[in-house]
């Protein structure tokens, strides 16, 4: 599964490439060749469909907030298990129960 993700983020490259690639190769060609006119054409479309992957690629990524957000942030419904409270957290409440009762 991992290959096919690499190849999926390494699209827009390889279409760039193939772009430039068809382009020198209508130039190789020379302008008397009866083919260079289509090596031309396509290059272009390659070299111009590379960045529009890669653009839309990226507005289609997830924004990623500026700061992490903590162990124990709880969204509107988001989470499935509640935090579970430490030990010292347990052992505060019970003091300061305590100390109520004792007031």
């Not at 068809?22 to 260079?36: K, P, R």
């Amino acid at each position: 599964m991992q290959i096919s993700v690499d190849l999926f983020e390494r699209a827009p490259l390889v279409w760039l490439l193939l772009g430039l690639l068809m382009i020198s190769g209508g130039l190789y060609l020379g302008f008397d060749h009866g083919l260079t006119i289509v090596y031309m054409l396509i290059g272009v479309f390659c070299s111009l469909y590379g960045p529009l992957l890669f653009v839309f690629k990226r507005r289609e990524q997830p924004t990623r907030s500026a700061r992490p957000l903590s162990r124990d942030f709880i969204s509107a419904g988001a989470t499935v298990i509640m935090p579970v409270p430490d030990e010292s957290d347990v052992e505060k409440q019970q003091q300061a129960q305590q100390r109520t009762l004792t007031a």
